[in-house]
C-alpha cells in the first residue's frame, strides 16, 4: 500500500507538468508496466482528479481543470516561490485577507527546512513602499477575462486631469510595470494601440463580439509599455540610435528605455523638458550616437557639438 502510494503521489507529479504523456512514458518513469500506469490513472481518477486521456499512437494522459481544486504537488523551489510570493503581494486591492490565508495553509504543511528558508529570505528582506495607487482585484480579472476571450471591451476611463470618457477597445494584454497596471489595447475610435492605466479604468457589462487578433505593436510589450511610460512625461522626446550593448546603456540610464538593436546598437527612447538637457544628457552616454529627431534636438545637439570643438581649438594668435 506504501508503494502504491507513493507511487500514487509521484504519478500525480508529473501528470501536474503542463504536457501530454504517453504510457510508456510514464511507465519508464515509475518503473511499472503500462497496465499498472492505467490502473494509477482509474485510481486517481476515483480521488477526483480528471486525468484526460486520448487515444492512439500519439495520444497520451493529462491532468484537466475539474469542478474542485484538487491538492497540488510542488517541488521544494516551487514551495518557496509561492510562499514568497503571498506574502509580498502588492498592488492589487482585496486579496490581501486572502493572500494571507492562502499562505497560512501553505506554511502549515511547509516542511521545517523550507519554512525556515522562508522566513529567512523575508527577515532580510525590506518591501519597498508602493510606488502608485492599488486595481481593484475585479477590475483585473474582468480586464483578463476579456484579453482572454478577445471579446471587444467597453470602460470608462478617467484621465489624468478627472475627464472621465467612454473607450471601446480590443484588449490584448496586461502589463505590470512602474507598480502600476496597465492594459495594451486597441483603440476601436482611435483606430490606433493605446496604454491604459488599470486603476482608472471602470468596466462595463456586457463586453462586445469577439475580434480577430492583430499583430501586436512590439514583440517585447514590457518594454513598449516602458517606453511610452517614459516618453510621454517630457515636453522632448526622441528615439536615439546609441553604438553601444543595450545592456550596457540600460545599466547608465535606468529610467529609459532600451530596445536592442544587436549586440553593438541599441535604440534609446529618452526625453527631457528642453532640447538642451537632453542633448547634454545625450553626452554623458559616452558612446556615439545618431539623432534624426526632432528638428530642435538635432540643431540643439549640433550647437553643442560646435560649442565643444571650439573649446578644444587652439586660440588664433
Known amino acids: 500500500m506504501t508503494d502504491t502510494s507513493a507511487r500514487l503521489l509521484r504519478l500525480l507529479s508529473l501528470l501536474q507538468t503542463p504536457r501530454d504523456w504517453s504510457g510508456p512514458e510514464l511507465a519508464e518513469r515509475l518503473a511499472v508496466t503500462t497496465r499498472t500506469v492505467r490502473n494509477d490513472v482509474e485510481r486517481l481518477r476515483g480521488l477526483g482528479y480528471p486525468v484526460h486521456a486520448t487515444p492512439g499512437r500519439a495520444g497520451g494522459y493529462r491532468l484537466g481543470a475539474g469542478a474542485a481544486l484538487p491538492p497540488l504537488l510542488l517541488d521544494d523551489e516551487e514551495a518557496v516561490a509561492v510562499a514568497i510570493g503571498l506574502r509580498t503581494a502588492r498592488g492589487v486591492s482585496g486579496i490581501e485577507e486572502t493572500s494571507a490565508r492562502a499562505l497560512a495553509k501553505l506554511e502549515q504543511v511547509l516542511p521545517s527546512r523550507l519554512r525556515h528558508r522562508v522566513n529567512g529570505l523575508v527577515g532580510v528582506t525590506v518591501p519597498a513602499a508602493a510606488s502608485g495607487p492599488v486595481v481593484a ?26 475627464v472621465v470618457s467612454l473607450r471601446r477597445v480590443e484588449p490584448y494584454r496586461l502589463v505590470h510595470a512602474r507598480g502600476r497596471w496597465y492594459l495594451v489595447a486597441w483603440d476601436l475610435e482611435r483606430g490606433d494601440w493605446r496604454t491604459f492605466r488599470a486603476d482608472r479604468v471602470t468596466p462595463r457589462v456586457p463586453t462586445g463580439p469577439r475580434f480577430a487578433p492583430r499583430e501586436l505593436p512590439s514583440p517585447d510589450l514590457a518594454a513598449y509599455v516602458s517606453r511610452g511610460l517614459v516618453t510621454a512625461t517630457w515636453k522632448c522626446r526622441a528615439d536615439v540610435l546609441v553604438h553601444a550593448p543595450a545592456q550596457e546603456v540600460a545599466a547608465k540610464v535606468p529610467a529609459a528605455a532600451v530596445e536592442a538593436v544587436d549586440e553593438g546598437r541599441c535604440v534609446l527612447s529618452v526625453g527631457a523638458d528642453t532640447p538642451g538637457l537632453l542633448a547634454v544628457y545625450l553626452g554623458m552616454l559616452e558612446a556615439d550616437f545618431e539623432v534624426t529627431g526632432p528638428p530642435e534636438l538635432v540643431e540643439r545637439v549640433g550647437a553643442l557639438a560646435d560649442r565643444f570643438a571650439r573649446a578644444v581649438r587652439p586660440s588664433a594668435g
Open 137 to 162: 482585484a475585479e477590475v483585473l480579472t474582468a480586464l483578463g477575462a476579456a484579453c482572454r476571450a478577445r471579446e471587444v471591451l467597453r470602460f470608462d476611463y478617467s484621465s489624468h486631469d478627472g
